[in-house]
């Protein structure tokens, strides 16, 4: 069975930084791809970004672009979310998800996920 486990949210100041990470396992298969999505109250649940553990191939949201990086661990294992000068407006609940597949382009919507960690809540307020 995949599980997903999200964690290394919390609460920073804006213009501060976070390490969120993703742990997947109980899957036998390498190619796939982990995306984070995060939801605000009263919001849709939004891409925030994406990655190919086939080739590396990474997608950002406009909103995220330039401060936000992602990046798999040496298995492929674990994902990370690297967010910098962060704003009132990233404060959500972060999720990240997989799905399995080999592709040229990657997916951006919720329904395209097959499996689904945890949230982890990300808070920036001074």
């Known amino acids: 069975e995949v599980q997903l486990q999200a964690s290394g949210g919390g609460l920073v100041q804006p213009g501060g930084s976070l390490t969120l990470s993703c742990a997947a396992s109980g899957f036998d298969f390498d190619d796939k791809v982990i995306g984070w999505f995060r939801q605000a109250p009263g919001k849709e649940r939004d891409v925030v970004s994406c990655?190919?553990?086939?080739?590396?191939?990474?997608y950002y949201a406009d909103s995220v672009k330039g401060r936000f990086t992602i990046s798999s661990g040496s298995a492929n294992n674990t994902v990370y979310l690297q967010m910098n000068s962060l704003k009132s407006e990233d404060t959500a609940v972060y999720y990240c998800?997989?799905?399995?597949?080999?592709?040229?382009?990657?997916?951006?919507?919720?329904?395209?996920?097959?499996?689904w960690g945890q949230g982890t809540l990300v808070t920036v307020s001074s």
């Open positions: 998800a997989l799905v399995r597949m080999k592709t040229t382009w990657l997916p951006v919507g919720r329904g395209m996920y097959d499996y």
């Open positions: 990655i190919s553990t086939t080739d590396g191939r990474t």
